[in-house]
């Protein structure tokens, strides 16, 4: 049973995209709902129905066909008129075959497109793509951004309505507005990725399959000359380097393993040969973008053969640009306090306590674990131990995940024993 739920579990997680968007596309956006929901019941059907049979020969189109047919069945009994209820069966049926068709990728576009319209409010468009698309559940969502479901839920609602309300299509956006459109779709993919790669809460500090979904999604963005652009390669760079360091952030028993100290052997080739070639790709044109930057800091970092040997003052320059490209009166509060870490390394820790103390004092970051945790590093690497200690305490009272909490513990308990008499 546990090997099927496994299973079922890694087809939601690459496949439920795909059916919802291609059952959207049939159904019509003002349904999602319905699409998702029979997505759903398809996934429970299969971990009630394969233990007992047997995995079918196709799984994927086993479910297209379990989704399909329940869709049918509620186009039937729901309220819809004879025509509209006649339009979506006709829609539906030719796709009900054993070959499995679910659906071309550009629909996962097209959802990708609909669920980050300008016109939704930026945190409908962040919780609305992260379940429709990557299939993540209303908790999954709630932990990466600090919230309660509940209030995940009521987003989602309201964004749904939103969707039906402003009648915005299942399409995508015409070429003069898909510049500002994609910005959108990057940031929820970007967000993904960063819930994989630290997430906020439970015992792993690594979900590599959320990782895997963002490159794959943004990976679609290239197979259409449309959206085949340089911000995009950019994106899948800065991924593509920041996913090969995964198998060296944890150690034998799960504990957190720093930059500084990880076994730079283990790192992905694959994913950093990927990111380079990206890299090299994003440099077409002229725009510049947060991508960009971010993917040239995590370059120094795959290239460098140590940490001692890594450009400092580069990635200290990148951060510096980051910041120009922000607002002036609104800077990136986690930028800021990246930053800080190059700029220890450049000018030494006094001169990044200051900036992390302004930091601290603007209350940007106040349920932040890292900016505790940042500072007390900082006053140890400064010979401080016990202006250290009761920051690592602090950073404890704060949401991360286990592998996080046990390397603030051991933190915690060294500066106590180097302050001691």
Not at 17 to 28: D, E, K, N, Q, S
Not at 88 to 113: K, T
Not at 176 to 184: G, K, M, Q, V
Request: hydrophobic residues 50%; glycine residues 6%; charged residues 25%.
């Amino acid at each position: 049973m546990s090997e099927v739920a496994g299973h079922v579990d890694h087809l939601f997680r690459r496949e439920a995209g795909r059916l919802v968007a291609a059952l959207t596309r049939a159904l019509g956006p003002e349904h999602l709902d319905l699409a998702e929901d029979v997505v759903h019941e398809a996934m429970f059907a299969a971990l009630r129905t394969w233990p007992v049979r047997g995995l079918p020969d196709d799984p994927v189109a086993w479910l297209a066909r379990a989704a399909r047919n329940r869709a049918l069945d509620e186009v039937r009994h729901r309220a819809m008129t004879e025509r509209t209820a006649e339009a979506v069966a006709r829609r539906l049926a030719p796709r009900a075959s054993p070959a499995g068709d679910e659906g071309p990728p550009d629909d996962v576009l097209r959802m990708l497109f609909m669920g980050c319209h300008p016109a939704l409010p930026r945190d409908g468009r962040l919780a609305l793509t992260l379940k429709a698309v990557a299939g993540l559940g209303v908790g999954e969502i709630a932990r990466a951004f600090l919230l309660t479901p509940d209030a995940v839920a009521q987003r989602l609602v309201r964004t749904k309505r939103l969707v039906r309300e402003l009648g915005i299509a299942f399409e995508l956006p015409p070429p003069a507005e898909l510049p500002a459109r994609l910005d959108a779709v990057l940031e929820v993919l970007y967000a993904l990725f960063n819930e994989g790669h630290v997430a906020h809460a439970g015992e792993d500090l690594v979900r590599p399959d959320l990782c895997d979904d963002a490159l794959r999604l943004a990976g679609l963005l290239t197979a259409l000359p449309a959206t085949d652009r340089p911000e995009v390669h950019a994106a899948l760079a800065l991924m593509h380097l920041v996913r090969a360091r995964q198998p060296a952030r944890t150690g034998p028993t799960g504990e957190l393993v720093p930059l500084a100290d990880q076994d730079r052997a283990a790192w992905d080739r694959a994913h950093l040969a990927r990111g380079l070639r990206h890299l090299a790709r994003s440099a077409a044109g002229d725009v510049l973008t947060r991508y960009h930057l971010e993917a040239e800091i995590a370059a120094c970092h795959a290239t460098a053969p140590s940490d001692a040997a890594t450009d400092w003052p580069r990635i200290l320059d990148r951060y510096d640009a980051l910041l120009a490209l922000s607002p002036p009166w609104a800077p990136s509060p986690v930028v800021t306090l990246n930053r800080a870490v190059a700029l220890a390394r450049v000018a030494g820790p006094a001169a990044a306590i200051a900036e992390v103390e302004r930091l601290r004092a603007g209350g940007a970051l106040d349920r932040y674990h890292l900016l505790p945790a940042t500072l007390a590093a900082l006053w140890d690497q400064a010979g401080a131990p016990a202006r250290a200690a009761p920051l690592y305490a602090e950073a404890l009272t704060l949401p991360c995940t286990t592998p996080e909490r046990r390397l603030l513990e051991a933190r915690l308990a060294r500066a106590r024993r180097r302050e001691a008499p």
